[in-house]
């Protein structure tokens, strides 16, 4: 019988309310919850999707079900069971602290834990064993935006709630493609959009993302630039008087200093450094400042930079200085990157916190935890933050590190490094759910965590709202949760340390969760008022909510008395940096990255879903159309980006969302997705700049393709120590490889993962590999793309390997085969009860057939003749129309058609109508008509922009 359960989505920090449903041992389905006032309902494509990462099929094929562990380096990791793995790491621990002194131990885990985790690994780290070597991934997502928070305001507090955005009259969107990232925010801004006419939105982003073409003003400035944009957008305020100086006089310090910086900053000066227009920045600034209420929301464009905490710090002084703070639709609002994040810096899980948002460097805060956990004293010396940590174990400073529900070997900046590092570890403990990420191949000991649907606890989300998180049902095989694996080690640690006063003996999730809540008390964020009954009875709540109060605080600072020791926020005065990286004639471009629309992060969890590559089914580098042509490069030609920190070889794009100059790729195709060997070109392209002899040692080389973070700068801001993700320079270089190879399957989905493992296992006989699923009709089978370059053939045993691993039977399959031109096309056939269908193909040499052959067997189509499968097409046959709608699996192609249809009738119309609201009409009879945009919403920006494209040109239909 199928029940139901309410619990939170597990992907951004948006917090959306899920609701499961469910038998004893599966998940069938999922929905949004309409009372979570995060979403009301709404789910994006990823969220809409999340029963399909549960089913027990996939689960067998890419989860880690039993603890395992090496004692050796050279050996294989064995199954262990969960009583010798503790006592292993127990031992392990015991001795390294003994032996090096308790920083020889470090911690780096994840804004994907819950609450209760976190706080039960800080306790751990800072408590028990006395380091305070403990970080977490949130490092590379949000520390920039806290530390301008505590600067500026006195508290890593976000002062806005959702609702601001229904309340706004401007709002200003920067370093964030929105519509992509936080999908069901953009859903509430476009219904504030529609509610309000006059709402201005602006977007600043060097890209001509979704989010910005769908802006009433796009600032596109060259990356990197936004300091010198916050202080152009003030000195025209200061200039024009739209500034608040009785605001500024009563509640604010330090604006006499700034304005010493800001008056620098003239408009032709901000124009030429950011590459935008003069009228532009002076309109973004009156529309900003003259607004009754102006809204920041901002992300990791802001915050993965070098000068992360000032870029931050520009923009809230931009708030301050226009009194666009503490009432309804006005404030700074960083949008968080993680489910999570937000609740481990609650309880102080990063290397420089504490629990409860206390300072690590004041006495009195450590002594009031070391009473909560009856410990003698916590550590005063900040801990090793994520850099800084991989730094430590590449040294030898740091032996042991305990990776948790996180992928450093994908998502670290110069994963050269990252690796060389892990490699070096005495030991490395991966704590995961996906035993598929490139993590887990350094692990020495492998611990299975139970996962979403599986676990239950707290999250707390981008408006400071508390979420319950609830189990389903039961974890696959032996996985525990990871508090519970948490607790097991450190009571086994405890007592060797003879330390039995600090408690790990937790009962339940709860009992963490309250002492966790003790810990609030007279803080910033006491939330002493709520309870797991209050959560369960009244749902999701605000902190702060101390004891006594009825309801949880929507919008902080609306007295204007902010969290600094004088209740005065602060102005900080920050000069604009440039990025550490420099462009110059070597490395000519500027390489940015950033999320792709339906996949989140590494992939382990999204990439199970094959219906979630249909938006953007293959890697690729976005240039501009512009270089393509200068470059003399055709679309699909293969490159090489690279600078000093290693290559990466991608596919080229062209795309009229990026500028010249600039390289765009999505941040989740890391080694798992695609990689390749070194080409005798990269060879000697690392030989003339010296590949160290240690990097070869440890079996590591530049020329090897490790994702596109290889490239990216570990430089880091000197106040956040947030890596400049987002900037790096490199060169291209147009590869020649000749040889092509596609192999595109449909298998069962019990085997479809571990036949996709096997390919992986290929990707290194290749100079450019990688393989993605692909969606097809029948919900019993998984589709799999593998495709592959290089400059010379592949041995016949090497493609046998290949299609044995997607079941191509080599004596039961259609053939043609040409040796000479290294060229074959093979197609596994099967006769099903309506006719001849194609399961599989292989084609090498030549790929001419590749969108035939691939429509065919995606549309699971009847073939008439087999003779068919083997046309030979004068030229390629033309690409696929690219899916727009996931969902209803819904083509650009069908919807310009369906749109031109649309407006055709339109023109016959005697009375016309406001283009504004045929152009709303048009969507209605699409989402009526195709489905598409009516299911998530994570399509409607591109929807829209084809349907103002085709209003515009109604004869232009791409093929």
């Known amino acids: 019988m199928l029940r139901e359960t309410k619990s939170t989505c597990c992907y951004c920090g948006v917090g959306c309310g899920v609701i499961i449903e469910?038998?004893?041992?599966?998940?069938?389905?999922?929905?949004?919850?309409?009372?979570?006032?995060a979403n009301f309902g709404k789910l994006c494509?990823?969220?809409?999707?999340?029963?399909?990462?549960?089913?027990?099929?996939?689960?067998?094929?890419?989860?880690?079900?039993?603890?395992?562990?090496?004692?050796?380096?050279?050996?294989?990791?064995?199954?262990?069971?969960?009583?010798?793995?503790?006592?292993?790491?127990?031992?392990?621990?015991?001795?390294?602290?003994?032996?090096?002194?308790?920083?020889?131990?470090?911690?780096?885990?994840?804004?994907?834990?819950?609450?209760?985790?976190?706080?039960?690994?800080?306790?751990?780290?800072?408590?028990?064993?006395?380091?305070?070597?403990?970080?977490?991934?949130?490092?590379?997502?949000?520390?920039?935006?806290?530390?301008?928070?505590?600067?500026?305001?006195?508290?890593?507090?976000?002062?806005?709630?959702?609702e601001d955005i229904d309340q706004a009259d401007c709002i200003l969107i920067t370093g964030s493609n929105t519509a992509y990232a936080h999908p069901i925010l953009y859903r509430r801004l476009e219904a504030a959009r529609a509610n309000n006419p006059d709402l201005k939105v602006i977007v600043v982003d060097p890209r001509r993302t979704e989010t910005a073409q769908d802006a009433d003003l796009h600032l596109a400035i060259q990356p990197g630039t936004d300091v010198a944009l916050m202080h152009g957008l003030l000195h025209i305020c200061l200039w024009e008087g739209w500034i608040q100086q009785d605001f500024i006089g009563q509640h604010t310090e330090g604006f006499d200093a700034l304005k010493q910086i800001v008056r620098n900053y003239t408009p032709a000066k901000v124009a030429q450094l950011c590459g935008i227009r003069e009228q532009d920045l002076l309109q973004a600034a009156r529309w900003f400042a003259t607004a009754k209420a102006s809204l920041s929301l901002y992300c990791q464009g802001l915050n993965q930079s070098r000068s992360g905490t000032a870029k931050n710090s520009a923009l809230i002084n931009l708030h301050l200085a226009t009194g666009q703070i503490g009432r309804a639709g006005a404030g700074p609002f960083s949008l968080t990157g993680q489910p999570n994040a937000m609740g481990g810096r609650e309880v102080g899980g990063m290397a420089n916190l504490l629990s409860g948002h206390r300072d690590l460097s004041n006495a009195e805060d450590r002594a009031e935890v070391a009473r909560l956990w009856n410990i003698d004293d916590v550590p005063a010396q900040a801990g090793s933050t994520a850099v800084d940590l991989f730094e430590g174990l590449h040294k030898g400073r740091i032996k042991i590190v305990w990776i948790v529900c996180t992928n450093p070997a994908q998502s670290m900046p110069h994963q050269v490094r990252i690796r060389q590092a892990l490699e070096r570890a005495e030991l490395v403990i991966v704590?995961?759910?996906?035993?598929?990420?490139?993590?887990?191949?350094?692990?020495?000991?492998?611990?299975?965590?139970?996962?979403?649907?599986?676990?239950?606890?707290?999250?707390?989300?981008?408006?400071?709202?508390?979420?319950?998180?609830?189990?389903?049902i039961e974890g696959p095989g032996e996985t525990r949760a990871d508090w519970q694996i948490a607790c097991s080690v450190a009571q086994a640690l405890a007592a060797r340390m003879q330390k039995p006063r600090i408690h790990f003996d937790y009962q339940s999730v709860e009992e963490i969760w309250n002492e966790h809540r003790a810990s609030t008390y007279q803080r910033d964020l006491d939330i002493t008022g709520l309870s797991y009954q209050l959560l369960n009875a009244r749902g999701p709540q605000q902190w702060p909510f101390p004891e006594g109060a009825q309801t949880g605080q929507a919008r902080l600072y609306t007295d204007f008395k902010f969290a600094t020791s004088n209740g005065k926020a602060r102005f900080i005065a920050m000069e604009y940096q440039t990025a550490s990286d420099?462009?110059?004639?070597?490395?000519?471009?500027?390489?940015?990255?950033?999320?792709?629309?339906?996949?989140?992060?590494?992939?382990?969890?999204?990439?199970?879903?094959?219906?979630?590559?249909s938006h953007e089914p293959e890697p690729c580098a976005y240039l501009a159309p512009s270089d393509m042509q200068t470059r003399m490069l055709n679309e699909g030609d293969y490159i090489c980006l690279r600078n000093e920190r290693g290559s990466v070889v991608l596919a080229a794009r062209a795309s009229q969302q990026v500028q010249s100059g600039q390289i765009f790729v999505?941040?989740?195709?890391?080694?798992?997705?695609?990689?390749?060997?070194?080409?005798?070109?990269?060879?000697?392209?690392?030989?003339?700049?010296?590949?160290?002899?240690?990097?070869?040692?440890?079996?590591?080389?530049?020329?090897?393709?490790?994702?596109?973070?290889?490239?990216?700068?570990?430089?880091?801001?000197?106040?956040?120590?947030?890596?400049?993700?987002?900037?790096?320079?490199?060169?291209?270089?147009?590869?020649?490889?000749?040889?092509?190879?596609?192999?595109?399957?449909?298998?069962?989905?019990?085997?479809?993962?571990l036949a996709q493992q096997t390919l992986r296992s290929y990707f290194q006989q290749f100079s450019y590999a990688?393989?993605?699923?692909?969606?097809?009709?029948?919900?019993?089978?998984?589709?799999?793309?593998?495709?592959?370059?290089?400059?010379?053939?592949?041995?016949?045993?090497?493609?046998?390997?290949?299609?044995?691993?997607?079941?191509?039977d080599a004596s039961n399959s259609l053939r043609y085969d040409d040796l000479l031109r290294h060229e074959h096309r093979h197609l596994q056939v099967f006769m099903?009860?309506?006719?001849?269908?194609?399961?599989?193909?292989?084609?090498?040499?030549?790929?001419?057939?590749?969108?035939?052959?691939?429509?065919?067997?995606?549309?699971?189509?009847?073939?008439?003749?087999?003779?068919?499968?083997?046309?030979?097409?004068?030229?390629?046959?033309?690409?696929?129309?690219?899916?727009?709608c996931s969902c209803a699996q819904v083509k650009e192609s069908q919807i310009t058609k369906a749109a031109q249809d649309f407006f055709e009738t339109q023109s016959e119309n005697p009375h016309p109508q406001d283009h504004g609201e045929i152009k709303r009409q048009c969507l209605q009879s699409l989402q009526g008509k195709l489905s598409c945009g009516s299911n998530c919403g994570s399509c409607l920006p591109e929807v829209r922009r084809l349907i103002n494209l085709t209003h515009q040109r109604p004869s232009l239909i791409p093929s």
């Open 431 to 472: 704590q995961e759910a996906y035993r598929t990420t490139a993590t887990c191949d350094y692990a020495d000991v492998l611990l299975p965590a139970t996962t979403w649907g599986e676990k239950s606890g707290t999250v707390t989300n981008s408006e400071r709202r508390i979420s319950r998180v609830r189990a389903a």
């Open 770 to 808: 990688h393989c993605t699923l692909l969606s097809v009709p029948d919900s019993t089978m998984l589709g799999l793309r593998f495709r592959a370059a290089d400059q010379h053939a592949a041995s016949i045993a090497l493609m046998e390997a290949i299609e044995s691993a997607i079941e191509i």
């Open 832 to 884: 099903s009860p309506q006719g001849l269908q194609l399961r599989a193909f292989s084609l090498a040499g030549d790929l001419r057939t590749e969108s035939y052959l691939t429509e065919v067997l995606q549309s699971q189509s009847m073939v008439a003749r087999s003779a068919d499968l083997f046309r030979q097409p004068g030229t390629a046959s033309a690409p696929a129309s690219k899916t727009i």
């Open 582 to 613: 420099k462009t110059n004639a070597r490395f000519p471009f500027v390489l940015n990255t950033g999320r792709l629309r339906d996949q989140w992060h590494g992939m382990s969890r999204t990439g199970t879903v094959a219906s979630l590559f």
């Open 45 to 162: 494509s990823k969220g809409s999707t999340l029963h399909l990462t549960a089913q027990s099929e996939i689960q067998h094929q890419v989860r880690a079900l039993y603890p395992e562990l090496r004692r050796e380096r050279a050996t294989p990791r064995h199954t262990a069971s969960w009583d010798e793995s503790i006592d292993f790491i127990a031992d392990c621990l015991h001795q390294c602290i003994a032996e090096h002194g308790p920083d020889s131990v470090a911690f780096y885990v994840s804004g994907q834990m819950l609450t209760e985790d976190y706080y039960v690994f800080n306790k751990f780290a800072k408590g028990l064993i006395g380091t305070n070597n403990i970080d977490s991934n949130s490092r590379l997502c949000m520390s920039s935006a806290v530390a301008a928070y505590k600067q500026s305001l006195g508290a890593d507090a976000p002062p806005c709630s959702y």
């Open 666 to 753: 999505p941040m989740h195709w890391g080694q798992e997705s695609v990689s390749g060997k070194q080409t005798a070109a990269h060879r000697a392209a690392n030989k003339d700049k010296g590949d160290s002899l240690e990097s070869v040692n440890l079996g590591i080389s530049l020329g090897i393709n490790l994702g596109i973070n290889t490239l990216c700068s570990d430089a880091k801001d000197p106040i956040s120590h947030q890596p400049e993700l987002k900037y790096a320079h490199v060169r291209i270089e147009k590869l020649e490889l000749p040889w092509r190879y596609l192999s595109i399957a449909m298998l069962p989905r019990e085997r479809a993962f």
């Open 22 to 37: 469910h038998d004893d041992d599966k998940i069938v389905g999922v929905r949004g919850d309409p009372d979570h006032p």
